[in-house]
């Protein structure tokens, strides 16, 4: 990573993001230990994770989207993150401000647009949320897995606000029953007026966020699949803004996913010394 290289430092509903702009900076600048030494809130600048906004893209696609957790792993896509870069591409005129915005990531292509500040993304069709054997314990209910372009494990409670999720969320995040490469973890409850609460356990940032775009979604639809809630469903973050998720839902699939929610330009740096 080049000493004076720019960054902007984005917000989904406190999820937060170090995004770079792929005209001035390549995708192999992107090493593990530079993204580490830049995610680190107290040596560097300090993020959820890294973007990348690479407008060397295929024909109909406006940039192609990298990204990488704050460990320095690769993710195949991050919807809080998409929201962010959809936004961001508008302000830097990568995308256009009025209208859509097609990016290509690891999980398929997306396409986000803004309206009056706000990003929204619509995401590839997925199969349903399915239910899934896990060590779950007393308070924790009805475990579903699902892949919204990012693999999550969904269990209710009663109240989010109990869960001890330093504790439980490494064990479950790893559990066997979800694959290889494990799955983040949401735990959802009611709220008020009809709405819901989250708290996610991230991989890849090995501990909880205060949002999870991907994560909204699955909470969204495993709770009408358990007939908790129908389209479009509020889910309220653990930084206290709120995540809007809607979709069809066909026999085999649940189709026009859309999520909406903040994507707010925190501030723009420059990258002093690190190492690459």
Same mark, same amino acid.
């Given at each position: ?5 720019? *960054? ?5 509903? &406190?999820?937060?993001?170090?995004? *770079?702009d792929g005209r001035y900076v390549e995708c192999s600048a992107f090493t593990p230990e530079a993204i580490r ?25 406006? *940039? ?35 209208? @859509? $915005? ?29 239910? $899934? ?9 009805? @475990? ?9 494990? $969904? ?57 999870? &775009?991907? &994560? ?5 639809? $495993? ?7 129908k389209p479009p469903v509020k889910v309220w973050t653990r930084s206290g803004l709120p995540l809007e998720v ?22 723009? &740096? ?7």
């Amino acid at each position: 990573m080049n000493r004076g290289t720019v *960054f902007y430092k984005m917000s989904g509903s &406190g999820n937060d993001f170090l995004m *770079f702009d792929g005209r001035y900076v390549e995708c192999s600048a992107f090493t593990p230990e530079a993204i580490r030494r830049l995610c680190d809130r107290r040596m560097g600048a300090g993020a959820d994770g890294v973007a990348l906004l690479d407008p060397k893209a295929p024909a109909g696609v406006h *940039f192609v989207f990298h990204f990488w957790n704050s460990d320095g792993s690769v993710a195949p896509m991050c919807g809080n993150g998409a929201l962010c870069a959809t936004r961001l591409a508008t302000l830097i005129e990568i995308g256009p401000a009025d209208g @859509p $915005v097609r990016f290509a990531t690891a999980a398929g292509l997306h396409e986000g647009s803004v309206r009056d500040g706000r990003p929204s993304i619509r995401l590839p069709d997925c199969p349903p949320a399915q239910a $899934v054997q896990v060590a779950v314990e007393p308070g924790e209910r009805d @475990p579903h897995l699902m892949t919204p372009s990012v693999p999550h494990l $969904v269990i209710l409670v009663d109240d989010v606000e109990g869960v001890e999720l330093e504790r439980r969320g490494p064990p479950l995040r790893s559990d066997p029953a979800l694959g290889a490469g494990g799955a983040n973890v949401n735990w959802v409850s009611a709220a008020a007026k009809g709405t819901f609460r989250m708290r996610t356990y991230e991989r890849g940032v090995e501990g909880e966020t205060l949002a999870c &775009g991907t &994560g909204a979604v699955a909470c969204a639809a $495993v709770l009408a699949e358990k007939g908790l809630a129908k389209p479009p469903v509020k889910v309220w973050t653990r930084s206290g803004l709120p995540l809007e998720v809607s979709w069809e839902r066909k026999p085999s699939a649940l189709t026009s996913i859309q999520l909406s929610g903040e994507g707010r330009m925190v501030f723009r &740096g420059i990258v002093g010394d690190i190492a690459s």
